[in-house]
C-alpha cells in the first residue's frame, strides 16, 4: 500500500531564506508526483507536477524534484518571502490506479 | 476560467439530515474525486469516478453516495449526516491516465458541521 510521508509537519524561517520541504513515498511505481499549496480555509493550488520520466520541474523560485529509485521528492524554495507562508502538500499517483494519495503536509511559517 | 467549481461553500447540518455536495469541472476531464481532509489525518479519497456513469469506493466511502450522471458534474450525497462527517470536503478532477499532462484541479473546498 502507497503511504506518503512530509517531514518536517512544521517549519519557521526567516525571510530571504532558501528551504527544503521533503516528501517521502514507499512504492516507487508511481505515475506522477504533484505538489500543492493551502492556505487556511482555501482550496489546493497546484505548484508543480513532475512525471515519474522527469527529474526535476521548475516554477519561478520553485524546484521540485523527483528520485523514484529512493521515493523521495524534495521542493526547494529560493528566498523564501512572507508570502509564501502556508501548507504545502504532496501527493502521488500511483501506477495503474486513478487515486492520488496524500501527504499530511508542512506547515510553513516564513517570518518577516 | 471556472476549473473547478464546488457548491456550497459551507453548510451546518443537524445529525441525521441529508445533503448533496455539488462539484462541476469545464476542463472535460475524465476523472473526478471527493476527498475530505480532517486535521493531523490528511486528504483522504471517499469516491471517484473514471468517467460520465462510473462511480467506485475510495479509502473512506461508509456514509456517502455518488452519482455521475453527466461528465461535468459529480455530486456527493450524505443520506443521514453524523458528526464524524463534520469536515472539510474537496472535489478534484484530471484527465485520463493515458494522457501526458494529469495534473489535478481542486475545488474550493465545501466546511461541512454537522450538530
Known amino acids: 500500500k502507497q503511504e506518503v510521508t512530509q517531514i518536517p509537519a512544521a517549519l519557521s524561517v526567516p525571510e530571504g531564506e532558501n528551504l527544503v520541504l521533503n516528501c517521502s513515498f514507499t512504492?516507487?511505481?508511481?505515475?506522477?508526483l504533484q505538489w500543492f499549496r493551502q492556505d487556511p480555509g482555501k482550496g489546493l493550488t497546484s505548484l508543480l507536477l513532475?512525471?515519474?520520466?522527469?527529474r526535476e520541474q521548475t516554477s519561478g523560485r520553485l524546484n521540485a524534484s523527483l528520485d523514484k529509485s529512493s521515493g523521495r521528492s524534495t521542493l526547494y524554495i529560493a528566498a523564501s518571502q512572507p508570502g509564501d507562508s502556508a501548507t504545502y502538500l504532496c501527493?502521488?499517483?500511483?501506477?495503474?490506479?486513478?487515486?492520488?494519495?496524500f501527504g499530511t503536509g508542512t506547515r510553513l511559517k516564513v517570518l518577516a | 476560467n471556472a476549473g473547478v467549481t464546488q457548491t456550497p461553500k459551507f453548510r451546518v447540518l443537524k445529525t441525521g439530515q441529508s445533503m448533496t455536495l455539488l462539484c462541476a469541472q469545464d476542463?472535460?476531464?475524465?476523472?473526478m474525486y471527493w476527498y475530505r481532509q480532517d486535521p493531523g489525518m490528511g486528504l483522504r479519497l471517499i469516491h471517484y469516478?473514471?468517467?460520465?456513469?462510473?462511480?467506485a469506493k475510495g479509502e473512506v466511502p461508509d456514509g456517502y453516495n455518488v452519482s455521475r450522471l453527466k461528465k461535468q458534474n459529480f455530486l456527493l450525497g450524505l443520506e443521514s449526516a453524523a458528526p464524524s462527517q463534520t469536515s472539510v470536503y474537496f472535489c478534484?478532477?484530471?484527465?485520463?491516465?493515458?494522457?501526458?499532462?494529469?495534473?489535478?484541479?481542486f475545488g474550493q473546498g465545501t466546511r461541512l458541521t454537522v450538530v
Open positions: 478534484a478532477s484530471s484527465t485520463g491516465q493515458g494522457a501526458m499532462n494529469t495534473e489535478a484541479f
Open positions: 512504492d516507487s511505481a508511481i505515475y506522477n
Open positions: 513532475i512525471q515519474s520520466s522527469q
Open positions: 501527493a502521488v499517483r500511483a501506477s495503474g490506479t486513478y487515486k492520488y494519495i
Open positions: 476542463m472535460n476531464h475524465e476523472y
Open positions: 469516478s473514471v468517467g460520465e456513469g462510473t462511480t
